[in-house]
Each structure stands twice: as structure tokens, then as C-alpha cells.
Nanobody
Framework: VQLQASGGGLVQAGGSLTLSCAASGDIFRVNTMAWYRQAPGRQRELVAKVTTSGTTNYAESAKGRFTISNDNARNSVFLQMDSLKPEDTAVYYC??????????????WGQGTQVTVSS
């Protein structure tokens, strides 16, 4: 199983970016997909998570500005980021909890995509 993320870049404060991530490979069922981020010198932190049933949860810093959504048919997840702030600058990682068979679930990570917000 592989996660392929895309959509990062450089944007001015107040701008928007959309991140995309698609899971591929020998997938029985995707249970959750999420976005994490890691800024220099800081621990990786959860930004937002979505289940296949559509239940979402957000970090406090993301509430009201970021929207996570998924496309179950394409095993994909998206993160719409609006009103970006310089403190949102980080490497963003796609994450998924995927069942590869009826009995086995594993956690997978994408390669990371850089988001830089200039002031």
C-alpha cells in the first residue's frame, strides 16, 4: 500500500491551498484517512482526520479554516486550507489506517508535502 500526496506549495498569508492524497495497492478497506503536519523543531501533530463514514475531527488550530473530505471510491482524502497563517508552515503528511485483509489493519504514511505560508 502506498499513499501519494500532492498539493503543497508557497502561499501568502490569508491564501488557500488544497492537499490531496490517494491510497493505492492491495487494499481491503480504508478505515480512516488523516493529515498530520510537522514544523521544524516540533513534533508531528494531527491536523484533521476523517472516517469512511464521514466523521471528522480537527485540531483546534484547524477548526473553522481547514476542511477535510474524502472520496471512498478513490481511497482519497483532501484538505482544503483557507485563511492560511505563517504558523501553518510545515511538512504535511497523509496518514491512513487501512485493512489489507479482513483481519489485519496497518497504519501508512505518505511522503510529505511542504506548505509554506509567507507573511
Amino acid at each position: 500500500v502506498q499513499l501519494q500526496a500532492s498539493g503543497g506549495g508557497l502561499v501568502q498569508a490569508g491564501g488557500s491551498l488544497t492537499l490531496s492524497c490517494a491510497a493505492s495497492g492491495d487494499i481491503f478497506r480504508v478505515n480512516t484517512m488523516a493529515w498530520y503536519r510537522q514544523a521544524p523543531g516540533r513534533q508531528r501533530e494531527l491536523v484533521a482526520k476523517v472516517t469512511t463514514s464521514g466523521t471528522t475531527n480537527y485540531a483546534e488550530s484547524a477548526k473553522g479554516r481547514f476542511t477535510i473530505s474524502n472520496d471512498n471510491a478513490r481511497n482519497s482524502v483532501f484538505l482544503q486550507m483557507d485563511s492560511l497563517k505563517p504558523e501553518d508552515t510545515a511538512v504535511y503528511y497523509c496518514n491512513a489506517e487501512i485493512m489489507v485483509s479482513k483481519n489485519y489493519e496497518f497504519e501508512y504514511w505518505g511522503q510529505g508535502t511542504q506548505v509554506t505560508v509567507s507573511s
